[in-house]
């Protein structure tokens, strides 16, 4: 189990995010990639799941890129083999340890920004995209499967900003469903990770990645985490992030 000190549960409480080095070794590397691979090359059906999180982008789509911004969502509900692996395991406990013990398994997903794909993540905060809840403790796990730099689109933060109101948000670009928010880089911090590292932030922590501009893969399997009473009261109001209209009806 992974051990969270004092300092750095005081560090995640103020600044809003938190680095863990190596939550994966390199051995765990191996089995989570070949597993993103079965999903982005669809040996493992999941085309209702997945979709282009950068439609919002002004440019014209780079040649021989399929999606801007490959997101799959829940892809532990398509290989739940993976909720009893070290991924999944440690980023709970993590959580459970940073914010309650009532912390468990919201939903994940993958987001891969594919080689010279170029489409930043909007200036977002997670909450903008909730439902009303009476409790707003939430933490997302952002693993690296890959060394995640500036270049190939690592995640910036705006520390502390989960301690100020939300900022208003309004539909990003051309549209598509991503939500930004007025924020810039000379605010944040980037926050660079090698492959099996993980960066962890609060629902209100503002946050952005750059576009891959590089040769290099930048995969990333996040999950989320927060109190099992507002997953309850989410799901009982037909809301469980993957968007599918029969599964929100139940
Ligand atoms: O991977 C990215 O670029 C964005 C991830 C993100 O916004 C999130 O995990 O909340």
Redesign the pocket.
């Known amino acids: 189990m992974p051990f969270i000190t004092p300092k750095q549960s005081a560090f995640f409480q103020a600044q809003g995010y938190l680095k863990i080095p190596q939550l994966l070794s390199p051995e765990q590397l191996i089995y989570y990639r070949a597993v993103y691979e079965d999903f982005l090359e669809n040996r493992i059906e999941i085309s209702r799941y997945r979709s282009d999180?950068g439609t919002h982008a002004e440019e014209e789509k780079a040649e021989g890129i399929k999606e801007r911004?490959t997101q799959i969502m829940v892809p532990s509900k398509l290989v739940p083999d993976l909720l009893n692996k070290p991924l999944h395991q440690q980023s709970l406990a993590i959580a459970q340890s940073l914010l309650g013990d009532d912390m468990a398994l919201d939903f994940d997903?993958l987001?891969d920004?594919a080689p010279f794909s170029n489409t930043?993540?909007p200036w977002?905060q997670?909450c903008a995209y909730w439902i009303e809840m009476p409790d707003l403790r939430a933490v997302?796990c952002?693993v690296a499967l890959d060394k995640a730099s500036i270049d190939n689109?690592c995640?910036w933060y705006v520390p502390q900003s989960h301690q100020l109101p939300m900022r208003p948000h309004r539909p990003a670009g051309k549209g598509g469903g991503a939500l930004e928010c007025d924020a810039s880089e000379e605010e944040g911090v980037a926050v660079e990770l090698q492959a099996g590292d993980c960066v962890l932030?609060q629902g209100g922590t503002l946050?952005?990645?750059r576009g891959n501009t590089t040769a290099h893969r930048?995969r990333?399997f996040?999950t989320?985490f927060r109190p099992q009473q507002m997953i309850e009261l989410e799901r009982a109001q037909g809301y469980d992030h993957t968007g599918e209209r029969e599964l929100r009806r139940k």
């Open positions: 999180l911004i997903m987001i920004k930043p993540t977002h997670d997302s952002w689109g995640m932030h946050h952005y990645s930048r990333a996040i989320n």
